[in-house]
């Protein structure tokens, strides 16, 4: 959807924001626990990189050696490169199902990445970010997640279709966005997505964000 245009980065992320409740959140925290736990510069990857935010509130806030930020949209990366002027970020065009690092970064982030693949592919793309972590390395990924029933499925849609509809998008778009479910991108539970980082190979894994449909969880290699 969004990820196929190219907006400016003020205009990318004000439409997400009236999309994703507390998108911002999940940045701010992500930068929170990174700045906890190293106190040495880092080596970062990020997967899915879009316009370039996670980048650019890395390099500001944080010791960043260096960053590569991978999308698979030229149209973004053209985006991020022109917001992010720092010559400690390498943007490159790939999809996560193609990385190819070993032991090479101190954190990985994948943003609203992993719930676009199909079951296999989720599971060889975070194997591929297990991989590209160092001992004891951070994997954080934020996905749109499924409730455990269709009760609560019908129930946080409606929830997430009127925050759309109350942050100034209209019915028809808010009701667009709903029917993207499980036919643009295809979510699995919550503990789904904790079984899979455990069977990648992450022996630490942990709830670290979750409010209306999405989640984050941080996996410690």
Request: charged share 25%.
């Amino acid at each position: 959807m969004l990820r196929k245009q190219a907006f400016s980065p003020e205009r990318y992320d004000k439409n997400i924001v009236a999309t994703l409740p507390y998108y911002e959140e999940y940045f701010k925290q992500i930068i929170e626990i990174v700045h906890t736990a190293f106190h040495i510069p880092i080596a970062w990857l990020d997967i899915g990189c879009g316009t370039g935010k996670m980048a650019d509130m890395a390099i500001r806030n944080l010791q960043v050696e260096n960053m590569i930020c991978c999308d698979s949209s030229p149209q973004m990366l053209k985006i991020a490169k022109e917001r992010v002027c720092s010559l400690k970020v390498d943007f490159r065009e790939t999809l996560i199902q193609n990385l190819q690092y070993d032991s090479n970064f101190d954190v990985i982030t994948a943003i609203l990445i992993t719930h676009y693949l199909e079951y296999e592919e989720r599971i060889e793309s975070i194997r591929n970010c297990y991989n590209a972590l160092k001992k004891n390395g951070l994997f954080f990924t934020v996905e749109n997640f499924a409730p455990n029933n269709d009760m609560f499925k019908r129930l946080y849609l409606e929830w997430w279709k009127n925050y759309q509809y109350e942050n100034g998008k209209s019915e028809e778009e808010c009701q667009s966005h709903v029917l993207r479910y499980n036919t643009e991108y295809f979510p699995v539970t919550i503990m789904e997505q904790i079984h899979v980082l455990q069977e990648c190979g992450f022996k630490n894994v942990e709830i670290f964000w979750c409010s209306y449909m999405q989640v984050g969880i941080l996996g410690i290699k």
